[in-house]
């Protein structure tokens, strides 16, 4: 069993305090759903950049909206976990990334 990161990008920021603790209940609802495959629920993302080699900066260009770290069989099972993502009702994405774990 391994580590998958879920990438969001887009979805919808709530504009009223209802809209937000509708969005919660929905959050909190699926994290349910997925019970002890939460290895960490993640956060939203706020501001970002993007910094190369040489320390320049720029605007972050994939348009990441925040994570969250599942533990699955494989790659095939994580992604199914996507399932009923509120992050979908925004008409946002998810991108699935297996982990590596490397020892130091």
Partial sequence: MGNYLFA???GMMAD???QRQAAMQAWGAWFGKLGPAIVDPG?????STSVNGSGANGDASSQL???TVVKAESLDAASALTEGCPVFEGGGSIDVYETIE???
């Fill in 65 to 67: 909206t925040g994570y």
């Fill in 43 to 47: 956060n939203p993302f706020a501001g």
């Fill in 8 to 10: 969001y990008h887009g």
């Fill in 102 to 104: 490397v020892s130091m």
């Fill in 16 to 18: 009223t305090d209802e």
